[in-house]
DNA sequence: CCCCCCCTGCGA
DNA sequence: TCGCAGGGGGGG
């Protein structure tokens, strides 16, 4: 469940089954998708297991789980363990909430090639009996733990955060378009200062996160804006006028429940979203341009698909050095 | 900053 | 068989 969205969607539904909850035990199916995991499997048994989960946070597509000591601690019970378990979704991760009762599905299935629960690769389970699934056909994402540091800007880590504590791994992930705490102009103006194509900086985690390659194709579209077109061409404006596509496009994805193409894109209960049927470009190549009828084109960029109107989707004009 | 890599599966 | 797929990180 790639974009911010959809990651968004997982927390959402997250949170209410795992906040509260103590990890009884963590299930490693393939160790490939806790590579990031220092110290391996026993390392992160021994971080997580006794402990409980006190909030599910996003910043960008990084989600992660707050952690405090659990009631069996000793001392300490309810103190922060200063270290949270981050987790990322990839290209194909999924986070699946699985309770317990007759409904619940097989726990192996031997299913077709399609049935994402041949994928699942870690399992946590819960003291109430829930098991969280992180399913992953490609194995791009990971379950991990990383120890918080204070934010840079000193405000909330993220949507959902309680404090401004935020993971060493998420240091470098710049805020979303969705965070309160994100300050648009400032965006904007680095956007104006890389010559890169806008769309490649649109995908920069480090400059803004959460946006993927559907988003940015569907934010350049409504801005009218080409994606090769440097950032240094880019008006104060028109850079700010993307920013609150993306964000606007973000939004109302997340409010039908995100983009999902195929089973592979679900939420914790493995229902699928509405928005690709809103999608204006995105996979949408040789069809009419929703906006002026000119039949849109897929071109390839830095090794990914750029799906875009030539017609009213122009590189932004250079500024007039004659203007006067 | 581009290119390759990490993976698996599907459809042309 | 090849190319492509909502991800990111690291190398040259």
Redesign the pocket.
């Known amino acids: 469940?790639?974009?911010l969205p959809?990651v968004e969607v997982v927390r959402r539904g997250l949170a209410p089954r795992t906040v509260g909850r103590t990890i009884e035990a963590v299930e490693v199916l393939d160790s490939?998708i806790i590579r990031r995991q220092v110290g391996g499997v026993d390392r992160l048994r021994g971080a997580l297991v006794g402990t409980r989960m006190t909030a599910v946070v996003r910043r960008?597509?990084f989600l992660w789980w707050r952690l405090a000591d659990g009631p069996d601690a000793a001392e300490g019970a309810g103190a922060d363990t200063g270290e949270a378990l981050m987790g990322?979704?990839?290209?194909?991760g999924q986070l699946r909430v699985r309770t317990p009762g007759p409904m619940s599905p097989p726990l192996d299935s031997e299913g077709?090639?399609?049935d994402p629960l041949?994928?699942r690769r870690l399992t946590l389970h819960l003291d109430d009996g829930t098991a969280i699934d992180l399913i992953d056909?490609?194995?791009?994402g990971g379950l991990w733990t990383s120890p918080l540091e204070p934010s840079a800007d000193g405000r909330l880590a993220g949507l959902g955060s309680p404090d401004t504590l935020l993971p060493e791994?998420a240091s470098?992930?710049a805020r979303d378009l969705l965070d309160p705490a994100a300050d648009l102009p400032s965006i904007a103006r680095t956007l104006r200062t890389?010559?890169?194509?806008v769309k490649?900086l649109l995908?920069s985690?480090s400059i803004v996160?959460g946006?993927?390659?559907?988003y940015a194709d569907e934010a350049l579209w409504a801005a009218r804006t080409r994606y090769d077109t440097p950032g240094t061409e880019l008006s104060q404006r028109r850079a700010l006028s993307i920013l609150r596509a993306a964000g606007e496009v973000m939004e109302r994805a997340l409010a039908v429940g995100g983009?999902?193409?195929?089973a592979?894109?679900v939420n914790v209960d493995g229902r699928s979203g509405y928005f690709a049927r809103s999608l204006a470009v995105?996979g949408r190549e040789g069809e009419p341009c929703p906006r002026c009828g000119n039949l849109l084109r897929?071109a390839?960029h830095?090794?990914?698909?750029s799906h875009y109107c030539p017609r009213c989707q122009r590189p932004a004009p250079r500024p007039r050095r004659d203007a006067r």
């Open positions: 469940m790639p974009e959809e490939r960008g597509k990322h979704l990839g290209m194909s077709p090639a399609s041949r994928h056909q490609r194995l791009f791994a470098g992930i890389r010559r890169a194509g490649s995908l985690q996160s946006i993927g390659n559907i983009t999902s193409f195929d592979l894109y995105y897929r390839l830095q090794g990914r698909s």
